[in-house]
Nanobody
Framework: QVHLVESGGGLVQAGDSLRLSCAVSGRTSSTYAMGWFRQVPGKEREFVAT????????YYGDSLKGRFTISRENVKNTVVLQMNSLKREDTAVYYCAAASSTSPIRAGSGSSLYWGQGTQVTVSS
């Protein structure tokens, strides 16, 4: 079992930066691929980014690369999503996810992923 807890969400203004963290615990947690999704009420969950267990491979959702950066600190069992130049449309609940590889995360295979409880990010204009 893998347990995920997100933190770092909040209210910011457009153009600001925000750093989300996901604390990972559980057996072999440092070998899991990790990722972030976001969801707005009434819309489908959107893939944001994923990083491999080694940290050597990263993938981003369309149009997010360049503003968002995913990284991991395996010593601390933490995955970080650095979000820069935030826009109003980035407002959503952000969820951390874990899986055995990046493939199911990129595919958004919800049933094969471990999920955190989510953290709200609100960007005001």
């Amino acid at each position: 079992q893998v347990h995920l807890v997100e933190s770092g969400g909040g209210l910011v203004q457009a153009g600001d930066s925000l750093r989300l963290s996901c604390a990972v615990s559980g057996r072999t947690s440092s070998t899991y691929a990790m990722g972030w999704f976001r969801q707005v009420p009434g819309k489908e969950r959107e893939f944001v980014a994923t990083i491999s267990g080694s940290g050597m491979s990263t993938y981003y959702g369309d149009s997010l690369k360049g503003r968002f950066t995913i990284s991991r600190e395996n010593v601390k069992n933490t995955v970080v999503l650095q979000m820069n130049s935030l826009k109003r449309e980035d407002t959503a609940v952000y969820y951390c996810a874990a899986a055995s590889s990046t493939s199911p995360i990129r595919a958004g295979s919800g049933s094969s992923l471990y999920w955190g409880q989510g953290t709200q990010v609100t960007v005001s204009s």
